[in-house]
């Protein structure tokens, strides 16, 4: 049997959880493929597969994330294609569940402050969520199965989504008394949920690159959760729920986004 072939593809638009789930659900059945390893700061993935490099790009490609062939050459490194299967999946799962319950929780206290910002979060909870169940769920199936499972999560986030943004826009018309001590509280157990799943993954640093990518990427959603704890100040500050009204767009205007592109997943 030839050496395998590592190939590096760069990805432009690879740059958040939905992307990279996207892109290992679209190689999840291609034969050969013995390991994914993903740099969202430079957006390339490094492929170590036998097979033709064709067959990974036209699989790549129908995603729309503008995927080029960097390199691609005989790789002699059999520590890059191994791979830890059953631990990535113990940390999947175990970061799905954090996320599921965090969604409960956040989309609950959400409704109850009042806070647009809030239930936004919980819905990047969902999508973060929707991803590590698909991967869990794509392992060993069918194509169609996969592309199926991808378009249910996919119109799901959508969905809440639009939910979401019509929650912010009835409070800016009819007008909304955010509690921003609730907001800032909910927004610090989150923060530290986030915190956990770093370090879930981060034991799994040494699996390969892409446990490092999936550190780096989750580490996204204490950004949203820093927004949540800033909004809940500022609307204490000022005294104006303007602050969690802007929050609560920009984290759905993501989710969308997200929703978006899974979408396209073919």
Known sequence: MPPPTRSVFDIPKMDCPSEEGMVRMALQGVAGVTSLSFDLHRRQLTAVHQGPTDELLAHLQPLGLGTTLATSSPSGDAAAAAADPAGEARVLKQLLAINALMFVLEIGVGLWAQSTGLIADALDMFADAAVYGLAL??????????????????????????????????????GSEPVSALM?????????????????????????????????????????????????????????????????????????NGARRILRLR
């Not at 991808?150 to 018309?173: D, K, S």
């Open 137 to 174: 769920y794509a392992v060993g199936r069918s194509d169609a199965l996969k592309a199926r499972a991808a378009h249910l999560a996919g119109w799901l986030q959508l969905g809440l989504a639009l939910l979401t943004l019509a929650e912010v826009l009835r409070r800016f018309v009819f």
């Open 184 to 256: 800032m509280c909910m927004g610090g157990v989150a923060l530290i949920a986030n915190a956990a799943c770093l370090i879930l993954i981060a034991r799994q640093r040494q699996a390969g690159a892409h446990m490092q990518a999936s550190y780096i990427f989750s580490s996204s959603d204490v950004i949203a959760n820093a927004g949540v704890i800033l909004a809940g100040a500022l609307v204490a500050w000022t005294g104006s729920r303007h602050p969690d009204l802007v929050i609560g767009l920009v984290i759905t205007g993501v989710v969308m």
